[in-house]
């Protein structure tokens, strides 16, 4: 069946560092990954797409690469601020083109000062 | 700045009694969708619409739960009778479909917080 994982429910790191967050999924083969941040009490806010025929995409400190071989996304964000603490989801487009997106349970992430 | 749009924002209930939530998405967009989010689920699909259409109203206990699009500015999601497992953070999402693809991305409204006691 399906299934997405997010490598961890909670992620600590310094501030200043790098956070690198991962996704991994099976049975899938989307045509494109998405990342969202969800912060307490709120809706989650899209935040990069990438597509299966991209390796890595970029929009100030943050970068999503996406292996299609390894089944997996890595999120990155550099120069952590205490303000990138929420939690992050990934999605992937559903299995049959015209599905919609499958939402992994997130990763929360603490940025320590 | 458009946005999505729910009411009520918090709604606590007892058991048995109806439940109605409502969600405005963003002007022009093409899709509608329902989730469900819990700790121990995390974000479930519960139903979408295009073109106020219902595409798939799987991940809905169909007994209990109802989703309409009575026009193009309002989607209601309805539960009756409401259960305390019901008890959740209810997301409606919008988006635009392109092509033949599903969509590229979803924009979520703020959420409602449910309760049933």
């Known amino acids: 069946s399906q299934k997405i994982e997010q490598n961890s429910e909670a992620l600590n790191i310094q501030e200043g560092k790098t956070a690198t967050l991962t996704c991994n999924y099976t049975n899938y083969s989307p045509a494109y990954l998405q990342w969202y941040r969800q912060d307490p009490g709120r809706g989650p806010v899209f935040l990069l797409l990438?597509?299966?025929?991209?390796k890595e995409k970029r929009k100030e400190r943050l970068k999503v690469t996406f292996d299609t071989t390894l089944k997996q996304s890595l999120f990155h964000i550099t120069a952590s601020q205490p303000a990138d603490s929420a939690t992050y989801l990934c999605a992937l487009e559903g299995s049959s083109g015209n599905t919609p997106l499958v939402f992994g349970k997130g990763t929360r992430l603490s940025v320590i000062a | 700045d458009a946005r999505v749009t729910q009411t009520p924002r918090h709604k606590v209930t007892e058991m048995g009694q109806e439940v109605t939530m409502r969600c405005q998405p963003i002007?022009?967009?093409?899709?509608v969708f329902w989730y469900r989010q819990t700790m121990m689920q995390g974000l479930e699909l519960l139903a979408y619409?295009?073109?106020?259409?219902?595409?798939?109203d799987s991940g809905m206990p169909k007994d209990r739960f109802s989703a309409e699009m009575p026009d193009a500015t309002l989607a209601t999601l309805k539960i009756q009778p409401s259960e305390p497992r019901d008890s959740a953070v209810y997301f409606c999402a919008s988006g635009l479909v392109r092509g033949d693809r599903q969509q590229e991305t979803q924009y979520f409204g703020p959420g409602t917080r449910l309760l049933v006691l």
């Open positions: 002007l022009g967009h093409n899709t």
């Open positions: 990438i597509r299966e025929n991209e």
């Open positions: 619409f295009r073109n106020r259409a219902p595409l798939d």
